[in-house]
């Protein structure tokens, strides 16, 4: 069954064309990584997949529902959706306990003391226990990643975004970080669509590695095919054989 | 100045109570209708940011005084019979919440666009986000400012004067002109809008000093 599913999706800011002709499914469980260089539109793809970006024509079914149409209640959407991003977001005013269980509680209603007891057993996947009480400016960026990561993985969601979790990153903090999420990509049937650089993270735990340059997908293949084989694309040859390269 | 107190203590003390009283309550409301605009500003809807500024830029750039003699002569003639220090209050809490509203609306635009798409995508509601994210951070950011707010609230609620609010300065322009001694009386009232003031902004300073 598809999770996600884009059919000749545009998506325009004023003039510019952010997304062109996308075409794109994600089947429950997969772990996708979407690769290519900065400005290609990476991030404003899977925006569109949690609605924090609008799309200006064509069809997008996420988890069902139809992003596409105004009557769609994005809230729902987002229940099942969880997004991490490069600059954490966690709240600045919450504890990191009480980051994790703020959304549960009054957006799902989850019972307190299940509640409490579900984030314990996140903080300490994500190897935060001490932290808990601590509040997210008094810990370093890996940990607030870790932090953000057991936040949205608390609402039990059905598919994870991660919006370049590690480039915001000090390099000896981002290990740990994606130590987490190839944890979460193992272990669960959750569907994982990832924008990263971390090569090493996609050869190891994508299904399919999906590459973006100007707005357009130019490859999208297993990511088997996409390491030992040659990308068809000739782009898309060209970035994999710089990156390889460094 | 103690003679003023002493003939006209009874006078000076109702007039300080009106004043309190009248403040109190503008503070309260204005707090309440200010941050109620700054937020249907902020939000995402269209037609809630229209209303909501032009209800700032009406209030906020009238003069306080015309705002009150409005609901002071115009609304007893043809819709009720409200008094003075109603009249007042009114006014004083229209002019304020227009300014408060800019205020807080600074406040909720200072904190990270981040802290409200992490919540939203979190699977909070705007309003939701609003309450327990948002809010509490701008408040924290906007405290000084809106501590200079209160201050001008209570020194404005002298506009009740003009229209027999029977408040403060009203009570100091009686006995100016009773006891001709112009200069003490409006020392003792100027020393009494202290006695309600720097308490005030004390206490604003102890609240920034504590949450940040």
């Not at chain 1, 008094?138 to 480039?167: H, N, V, W, Y």
């Not at chain 1, 903090?173 to 090493?200: C, F, P, Q, W, Y």
């Not at chain 2, 904190?111 to 701008?138: H, S």
């Amino acid at each position: 069954m598809a999770m996600v599913e884009f059919k000749d999706v545009q998506k325009y800011f004023g003039d510019f064309h952010a997304l062109k002709d996308i075409n794109l499914k994600v089947d429950s469980g997969e772990t996708v990584v979407v690769i290519g260089p900065s400005g290609s539109g990476k991030s404003t793809l899977i925006r569109t997949i949690n609605g924090l970006e609008s799309i200006q024509s064509g069809q997008l079914i996420v988890n069902g529902y139809d992003l596409a149409s105004k009557k769609t209640n994005l809230n729902l959407i987002r229940k099942d959706v969880g997004m991490v991003f490069q600059h954490f977001n966690l709240y600045a005013n919450k504890t990191i306990l009480e980051n994790i269980m703020l959304a549960p509680r009054i957006v799902l209603h989850r019972d307190e003391k299940e509640n409490k007891q579900i984030a314990n057993e996140l903080l300490e996947k994500v190897g935060l226990t001490s932290q808990a009480n601590k509040f997210p400016a008094q810990l370093s960026g890996g940990q607030q990643q870790r932090a953000a990561i057991a936040r949205s993985l608390a609402m039990k969601p059905k598919c994870l975004l991660f919006d370049e979790p590690t480039s915001a990153l000090d390099p000896e903090m981002i290990g740990d970080v994606l130590n987490v999420m190839k944890d979460i990509a193992r272990d669960s049937d959750m569907t994982m669509i990832v924008v990263t650089h971390e090569m090493g993270f996609a050869r190891e735990v994508a299904n399919r590695v999906v590459f973006m340059a100007d707005g357009q997908i130019l490859e999208d293949d297993s990511s088997d095919v996409f390491f030992k084989g040659e990308p068809k694309n000739e782009r898309a040859k060209r970035f994999l054989s710089n990156i390889i390269a460094h | 100045m103690i003679e003023i107190f002493q003939n006209y203590g009874d006078a000076l003390l109702r007039g300080f109570g009106e004043t309190i009283l009248c403040s109190i309550i503008a503070l309260i409301f204005a707090l309440i209708i200010g941050s109620g605009f700054a937020i249907l500003e902020s939000t995402p809807i269209r037609w809630l940011r229209i209303i909501a500024r032009a209800y700032i830029e009406l209030f906020r750039n009238i003069p306080l005084l015309v705002i009150t003699m409005f609901f002071y002569v115009v609304i007893p003639m043809y819709v009720l019979d409200i008094s003075g220090f109603v009249a007042g209050t009114i006014g004083l809490i229209l002019y304020s919440s227009a300014f408060i509203a800019e205020t807080v609306r600074a406040g909720i635009q200072s904190v990270d666009t981040g802290q409200m798409e992490g919540a939203r995508a979190n699977g909070l509601t705007f309003w939701q986000a609003m309450r327990y994210i948002i809010l509490p951070q701008a408040f924290r950011y906007v405290l000084p400012p809106l501590g200079n707010q209160f201050i001008n609230l209570v020194k404005n609620s002298s506009v009740l004067a003009f229209v027999a609010g029977f408040d403060l300065m009203y009570q100091g322009n009686v006995i100016a002109s009773d006891s001709l001694q112009s200069m003490s009386t409006y020392m003792c009232v100027g020393v009494l809008y202290l006695i309600i003031t720097l308490p005030l902004s004390y206490y604003m300073r102890y609240l920034e000093h504590r949450l940040s």
